[in-house]
């Protein structure tokens, strides 16, 4: 049973260019949620989706970010337009219907890194 | 609204000494609490989580924590660790009912030989 997988694990990017990173869930998990973590920070929460669904976003920059978790793949984060600022470690989470209550289960990051 | 403050961001140890690790959160409601860890270049790992019942919760690798209402702290324990055990870990909250996790920013706990 494989866990959240996450992909690329690195990606650099120059500034002006997109950024798309990929979150599995774990299966039979529905929920997704990402978070951000700045160098020496915790992790700030994105949003949270559901299948063809966006449940909260109230995480998620106003401007350059959007996220998606259509019927069918993986949920996609992407980021137009990078900036500098933008360099972080992005983890994705899943967890079963029931809500998170249960503790999510969490991928490995991407750690994207713009030059 | 939720906060999780961690009072320590970093916690150096000597291998085999006890060590706590200490986390307060601030909420109206009744709430869920997490510790997890993350060791150098991966994700998180759920070392334990309170929901209800017993106050003190036994997590994998011989942790522990307790979870104090008064004081409103879920300080996480462990009686003897070992150099494997360096590593980030994270205290966070859910309230009652919500799905959204806070984090608190992590204490690095570095253990020493």
């Known amino acids: 049973n494989a866990g959240v997988m996450q992909n690329p694990r690195h990606l650099v990017r120059r500034r002006g260019q997109e950024a798309r990173l990929r979150c599995s869930p774990m299966k039979g998990h529905s929920h997704v949620y990402w978070y951000r973590q700045l160098p020496e920070e915790g992790l700030k929460f994105m949003v949270y989706?559901?299948?063809?669904?966006?449940?909260?976003e109230s995480g998620m920059p106003k401007e350059r970010f959007s996220a998606e978790f259509p019927k069918e793949g993986p949920s996609i984060l992407r980021i137009q337009q990078v900036v500098r600022g933008d360099s972080a470690a992005y983890f994705c989470a899943s967890s079963p219907p029931g809500q998170g209550i249960g503790g999510y289960t969490f991928g490995s990051g991407t750690r994207l890194t713009v030059v | 609204a939720q906060s999780v403050t961690q009072l320590d961001s970093q916690v150096p140890v000597f291998e085999e000494a006890p060590v706590e690790l200490r986390c307060n959160y601030s909420?109206?409601?009744?709430?869920?609490l997490f510790w997890y860890v993350q060791y150098p270049n991966q994700g998180l790992q759920l070392l334990l989580k309170y929901l209800s019942g017993s106050t003190l919760v036994k997590g994998i690798n011989s942790f522990e924590a307790e979870f104090n209402k008064s004081q409103t702290s879920f300080h996480l324990r462990k009686p003897s660790v070992h150099i494997s055990d360096t590593a980030e870990y994270f205290c966070a909250v859910s309230e009652g009912g919500g799905f959204k996790t806070i984090f608190g920013a992590g204490t690095r706990l570095f253990v020493k030989a």
């Open positions: 989706l559901q299948k063809e669904n966006i449940i909260d």
């Open positions: 909420s109206s409601v009744s709430v869920y």
